[in-house]
């Protein structure tokens, strides 16, 4: 019989043993999770609404509008991860929903990452090029390069298209898992590539979608630090203040998350440390998936242009929508009101 080598993509590989302080890191997980799919659908669908349909398409606004729709598009996909949790790992869901929910869970670990540092970059070129980039900073070219974004994003997804597949254990038990049985002939060269494979990505999710990026919005961060420093300007900045509060909450709820993979890479052989992490690999992760719902909430409370537009655009809306089911006359007898104001998330 063929054995199975194969390893979940985020959730622990073994049961926890019954004890209050573990049944509580089972439990943690699944309220946090719950949360971030309430607040996160609710949050980013705001902020799709708001960016995309009632303020300008500028270059900020853009980049900020796939943000919340790659949180968006994460947080609609959470049902399952929870489900899936809270029945210890087992998958109902088949191998499609399989593959598809941990692809958009890839895609946002790197695409949020992506877009922070290309914001980032963006708000750096805007401060200490500023004539530059009123002729050249453009839509089209933002454009451009987010779909580059999102490209890149795809390959570095491919493991996850290509591996990962539900599995069955010998008890009819079916879970979502990284597969190698097709991947070699002997047991050997199955457990050979499943190394390397979890080598390979855990270093790449690390560098590539982690340090790498966060690396740059730091060197871009303290660039812009110094100049509005030195044009005393640091009090009044409201871009560099949201940057601030959406890089610092990136940082604290991936982090953690981020450390146990690189652990988990640098002792894939050693099998007692690798399993001693497991604990530790719902509650990192429920934190890091935690920050696709708390973007939109910085915006409110440290975006003062997006609040103001925000508040504009529920009460003209619902007025919009009442006065058309109310009556079919109201262009000619009572005139239309004027849009909302549309102002830059984010000014320049």
């Known amino acids: ?139 089209g070219l933002s454009k451009k390069v987010i779909a580059g974004i999102w490209m890149f994003t795809l390959v570095l997804s491919l493991p996850i298209f290509i591996f990962l597949n539900t599995v069955s254990n010998q008890k009819g038990n079916v879970y979502c898992n990284f597969n190698f049985a097709s991947w070699g002939a002997t047991v050997e060269e199955k457990k050979k590539l499943s190394t390397t494979v979890k080598t390979t990505r855990g270093i790449i999710r690390f560098l590539i979608g982690f340090s790498l990026p966060m690396s740059m919005v730091t060197i871009c961060y303290g660039l812009i630090a110094a100049k509005i420093h030195r044009k005393g300007m640091m009090n009044s900045s409201r871009p560099f203040r949201v940057l601030t509060a959406v890089v610092t909450f990136f940082f604290i709820c991936w982090f953690p998350f981020q450390l146990v993979g690189l652990l988990r890479t640098v002792w894939v052989k050693e099998s007692s440390k690798y399993k001693m992490l497991d604990v530790l690999i719902d509650p990192t992760m429920s934190l890091a998936f935690f920050n696709s719902c708390v973007n939109p909430i910085l915006y409110v409370f440290v975006g003062r242009d997006f609040r103001e537009s925000l508040m504009q655009s529920l009460p003209a809306s619902l007025e919009r929508a009442l006065r058309e089911d109310l009556t079919n006359t109201s262009n000619s007898a009572t005139g239309s009101d004027e849009p909302a104001e549309v102002v830059e998330l984010m000014p320049a």
């Open 1 to 139: 019989m063929e054995a199975n080598i194969s390893v979940p993509p985020y959730e622990s590989e073994g049961m926890l043993h019954e004890s209050a302080a573990q049944a509580v890191l089972q439990i943690l997980p699944l309220v946090l999770l719950s949360a971030t799919f309430v607040i996160g659908a609710l949050g980013n669908g705001l902020v799709i609404w708001v960016a995309g349909f009632r303020m300008a398409h500028t270059v900020t606004t853009i980049c900020y509008l796939n943000l919340a729709l790659a949180d968006f598009s994460f947080t609609a996909t959470l049902p399952f991860l929870i489900v899936s949790m809270a029945m210890r790992g087992l998958w109902p869901f088949g191998w499609f929903l399989c593959k598809f929910v941990y692809i958009v869970a890839e895609a946002n670990l790197y695409g949020s990452v992506f877009l922070i540092g290309h914001i980032a970059l963006d708000r750096c070129i805007c401060v200490l090029h500023p004539v530059w980039a009123q002729k050249h900073r453009t839509v």
